[in-house]
T-cell receptor, first 121, second 117 residues
């Protein structure tokens, strides 16, 4: 089946530093990946759509200069949290889009990585 | 804008019993997809079941089935013969094709299900 990995699974960084989170599709190529943020006991909020070879599309309210997304290959997207602040502490989840067919109908499904817990001190 | 509502923040069920999680959504679209995802304590999101809006037949996957009421915009998940391993957070999700050509998910707020021994 489709497997998506994230690295690291847990990271602690100091305020003002930057941290990079990797999202990899292990056994398939993903033209499109997504980055979500999940606060404790809350739902997943889409941050941005990452497209291979082009700029990411950010959701309203997400600072593109703070959350840098790079999708340099069909199997890797990275999220860099720049100048991290304690309020950036959260659980970050990526997903990769994979085409599916159900009968004669073509669409997509998302497969999720295991998430990265970021703590900014 | 599409919204997804899960009105039950927490539920519990006895092992081997049946439980139903509710989900309603709001959209003006006619073609879309609905999903239930499970997020156990490991935080890994796992697809439980999927429903295409154009299909009238309710989707089933072993012990999991849905009651899809398109006119009422309701999409509930029924778990039969509940097992301890079903304990998790359950998210209802709506997916549609954006003008940009990207499929986007919108998640509900989740229902925390605890299966009791």
């Amino acid at each position: 089946g489709a497997v998506v990995s994230q690295h690291p699974s847990w990271v602690i960084c100091k305020s003002g530093t930057s941290v990079k989170i990797e999202c990899r599709s292990l056994d398939f190529q993903a033209t499109t990946m997504f980055w979500y943020r999940q606060f404790p006991k809350q739902s997943l909020m889409l941050m941005a759509t990452s497209n291979e070879g082009s700029k990411a599309t950010y959701e309203q309210g997400v600072e593109k200069d703070k959350f840098l997304i790079n999708h340099a290959s069909l199997t890797l997207s990275t999220l860099t949290v720049t100048s991290a602040h304690p309020e950036d502490s959260s659980f970050y989840i990526c997903s990769a889009e994979i085409p599916t067919t159900h009968g004669a109908i073509f669409s997509y499904e998302q497969y999720f990585g295991p998430g990265t817990r970021l703590t900014v001190t | 804008a599409q919204t997804v509502t899960q009105s039950q923040p927490e539920m519990s069920v006895q092992e081997a019993e049946t439980v139903t999680l509710s989900c309603t959504y709001d959209t003006s679209e006619n073609n879309y997809y609905l999903f239930w995802y499970k997020q156990p304590p490991s935080r890994q999101m796992i697809l439980v079941i999927r429903q295409e809006a154009y299909k009238q037949q309710n989707a089933t996957e072993n012990r999991f089935s849905v009651n899809f009421q398109k006119a009422a915009k309701s999409f509930s998940l029924k778990i039969s013969d509940s097992q301890l391993g079903d304990t998790a957070m359950y998210f209802c999700a709506f997916m549609k094709l954006e003008i940009s050509g990207t499929y986007k998910y919108i998640f509900g707020t989740g229902t925390r299900l605890k299966v009791l021994a």
